[in-house]
């Protein structure tokens, strides 16, 4: 029996130093990452699941760093050994569905996302991804209410993203519920006042209700703000049809050439 435990104690010990490595391996590899040293960090992972080859964490880093790099089979593969290693991981079955709504596989996107949403229901981005994995299927109604409630965690959380309001707000407009999207744009340009998306948002909604003066008065918000995801060549575009439906047509062609600057046309006149 002696014998027994002295062997046990000295597996357990060996276990212990090992998972220790590679847990230090992999926190190299995280600070790697975040420090856009890309290389560094796969070497770092290399060694933490050579030590370690059930190490969640590195598991998931691994992931995220394959699906950069658009290897989804890595990620595939590297995501299902965390799921064996620790199936109550909610955030590995969310790299799961995400890996697979990146690849356009939506009903396994949402299998996997469902799984991580019962693990973690308070996760925003599980919900906003299980919305647009819908939205992507023509469920409107259950992508509306899932950016709804993705909206209400970032809000319980202190955390509110424009680019989860806007979301919403796109597929309301889309609906033709223009109301319910000004809200929603109004709101995310006061969450961020130095993003462009949100005006540009309200731009297209105020065009769109046949609103011209009011579009050109937040197109011209945006053009002037530089943060964001909307390029000048969407807000020129919008300007010039709004400009043209006051009649005036100098703001309009001062919006064409410049549009035409950036996609490097000549003008024809």
């Known amino acids: 029996m002696t014998k027994t435990w002295g062997l046990a104690l000295v597996f357990a010990g060996a276990l212990a130093a090992q998972t220790s490595a590679g847990l230090a391996a992999y926190e190299r590899a995280d600070r790697a990452f ?71 596989e939506m009903p396994a996107a949402i299998a996997a996302l469902e799984k991580a949403r019962g693990l973690n229901p308070r996760d925003a981005q599980t919900a906003l991804y299980l919305g647009l994995a819908d939205e992507a299927l023509g469920r409107t109604d259950a992508a509306l209410e899932l950016y709804r409630r993705a909206m209400e965690l970032e809000r319980a959380a202190g955390s509110e993203h424009v680019e989860t309001m806007l979301t919403a707000g796109r597929l309301l407009l889309l609906l033709g519920r223009f109301d319910e999207a000004a809200e929603i744009a109004a709101r995310a340009a006061k969450v961020d006042p130095a993003s462009r998306d949100p005006h540009f948002e309200l731009a297209r909604l105020w065009l769109k209700r046949s609103a011209p003066a009011k579009a050109i008065e937040e197109g011209e918000a945006a053009l002037r703000l530089k943060r964001g995801d909307t390029p000048d060549r969407q807000i020129h575009f919008l300007l010039v049809q709004a400009y043209r439906a006051t009649g005036n047509d100098e703001q309009a062609k001062r919006h064409a050439d410049a549009l035409r600057a950036i996609e490097g046309l000549k003008d024809p006149n």
């Not at 420090?35 to 190490?55: G, I, K, T, V």
């Not at 050994?81 to 356009?104: C, E, H, K, T, V």
């Open 34 to 104: 975040r420090d856009h040293r890309y290389q560094a960090a796969m070497d770092a992972l290399d060694e933490a699941l050579r030590a370690d080859p059930a190490l969640v964490p590195a598991l998931t880093l691994r992931a995220r760093l394959a699906m950069a790099a658009n290897r989804f089979d890595v990620a595939r593969q590297a995501l299902e050994s965390a799921i064996a290693a620790d199936p109550r991981s909610w955030y590995a079955r969310f790299l799961y569905g995400f890996q697979f709504y990146q690849q356009n």
